[in-house]
């Protein structure tokens, strides 16, 4: 009997279970038509949150006992956290801070002493122990600390700049000033150096000033430098102390190494001082001395300068001087671009009238000529052989040089490789050349020796008309009229 109410029992159990399945089936399963997101029901959750928690209660100190007691709980905290990390500076500085708040001094003193033994290179550290002495007006004791500081690592410029500004506030220039000279045995960098001027600019001592100044183009000889010195006595009114400042920055770099800022600021200074003459010689010095790659900006402000105080004259040969430059560098690039040497020998040609030099034109002839065309083709050299026609021309109706123009005839016809081509044009010139000069026997030796190499109908039709004018006793001059 007992077996069998089990077994009931049993199965009644398990038929309540499965009604009780049945009906937490799903009855829809389509998807709904408002989907939540995670996000917005943790946001749900936490708007719908009724419970607040409070602020932690503020400790309220009665007694002694209570502050002995909690300055020994924090002491204790403070000291757990540097045995756990003793290298981590954020525990010591909290540390020495919580004592300080406390009106511990010494024991504040005693918490960054022991930080330095861990570590000494920390600048912030020593910063910090020095503005906690400042604070609280401790000035032989921050004095104390920076000395040590700069005494270890001279390093740190912001050691220096703090240590000479704490003694200027308190008054003392001379404290400050003995700093500053202590610093600038180090050879510091520039702002350094510039700081220590301005101290004693503010304090008008302008012969200290300039005493700095001349160790310090000596310690950094940059060209800037040289020129803040020489703006320094033009500023002051010391006109010829800033024109020899400029002097001396110029013959430090010497003639072989100038610098285009140290000669424009030179060459503007003595534009301000209406010393138009000295600033034209600078500009010039500066053009003849410096490399091409530099000398865009010096020909840019000699030009405002000629613009400005120059005549007709000198802006024209600004310009002329600029265009020569620029066709340097384009031949520089490409020695085969012709048409840059016929544009450079022709700005020549126009600078010859106002200046007479025949050399210089023929300087840039010799070095047109020398650049022959890499290949032995005639269309490679049909641009080329002008050059030595023009340079011709040039010896015998410019210069009036015949036996140098008679010497370009015969080079010109030795550099041409006559056993893969010629050109007539040049035999023609050279014959007519020779009949103005009224030796029709080199024209006719010409002419046979150019129907031997190049036996062109315009070479026939020429020989033939000179000869038919010759036994007719028709003289040159009719060539040179037609030519």
């Known amino acids: 009997m007992d077996f069998d109410d089990t077994e009931e029992l049993g199965s009644g159990a398990r038929g309540r279970q499965a009604k009780l399945a049945k009906s937490m089936k799903a009855k829809n399963k389509m998807a709904n038509q408002v989907q939540i997101t995670a996000e917005q029901l943790l946001r749900e959750a936490k708007e719908r949150e009724l419970e607040v928690q409070a602020a932690p209660p503020k400790q309220k100190i009665s007694s002694m006992a209570e502050l002995r007691d909690f300055q020994l709980r924090k002491r204790k905290e403070y000291e757990d956290n540097i045995r756990k990390n003793r290298t981590s500076l954020h525990n010591w500085i909290k540390y020495a801070a919580f004592e300080e708040d406390q009106g511990e001094l010494s024991k504040a003193r005693s918490v960054y002493e022991r930080a330095l033994d861990v570590d000494y290179r920390s600048p912030s550290l020593w910063i910090k122990y020095a503005e906690m002495e400042m604070k609280h007006k401790q000035v032989n004791h921050a004095r104390n600390i920076f000395d040590r500081a700069v005494s270890i690592l001279p390093r740190v410029n912001q050691f220096w700049y703090k240590y000479a500004y704490m003694e200027e506030m308190l008054g003392n220039v001379a404290g400050a000033r003995q700093v500053f000279e202590r610093f600038m045995e180090w050879e510091p960098d520039e702002q350094a150096w510039h700081s220590y001027i301005n101290f004693e600019l503010r304090y008008k001592e302008l012969d200290r000033a300039r005493y700095i100044y001349e160790r310090f183009v000596l310690v950094h000889p940059e060209p800037k430098n040289w020129i803040k010195y020489a703006k320094f006595e033009e500023r002051n009114g010391y006109l010829a102390s800033a024109r020899q400042v400029f002097e001396r920055g110029v013959e430090f770099y010497g003639n072989e190494n100038p610098d285009a800022r140290l000669l424009i600021e030179f060459a503007r200074f003595e534009e301000r001082q209406k010393e138009h003459e000295r600033a034209r010689f600078i500009y010039r010095f500066a053009l003849d001395n410096l490399p091409k790659s530099e000398q865009a900006d010096i020909y840019k402000a000699y030009t405002v300068h000629e613009k400005k105080y120059g005549d007709r004259g000198a802006i024209e040969s600004v310009v002329i001087s600029k265009r020569r430059i620029k066709y340097e560098a384009e031949l520089e690039d490409n020695p085969l671009n012709y048409d840059a040497w016929f544009d450079y020998i022709r700005l020549a040609e126009e600078e010859l009238a106002s200046t007479g030099q025949v050399d210089d034109v023929r300087r840039i002839y010799e070095r047109a000529i020398a650049c022959l065309p890499p290949l032995e083709e005639k269309q490679h050299w049909r641009r080329y052989i002008y050059l030595w026609i023009y340079y011709a021309l040039f010896e015998e109706l410019v210069a009036g040089d015949i036996p140098?123009?008679?010497e370009v005839y015969q080079t010109c016809l030795t550099v041409l490789p006559h056993k893969k081509?010629?050109?007539?044009?040049?035999?023609?010139?050279?014959?007519?050349?020779?009949?103005?000069?009224?030796?029709?026997?080199?024209?006719?030796?010409?002419?046979?020796?150019?129907?031997?190499?190049?036996?062109?109908?315009?070479?026939?039709?020429?020989?033939?008309?000179?000869k038919f004018n010759c036994e007719n006793s028709i003289v040159a001059a009719d060539y040179t009229r037609s030519f």
Request: positive net charge; hydrophobic residues 45%.
């Open 421 to 466: 081509f010629t050109f007539a044009k040049i035999w023609l010139l050279f014959a007519k050349f020779e009949i103005r000069q009224r030796d029709v026997t080199a024209a006719r030796r010409l002419l046979g020796q150019a129907l031997g190499r190049c036996p062109k109908e315009r070479l026939f039709r020429a020989t033939l008309n000179w």
């Open 404 to 406: 140098r123009t008679r």
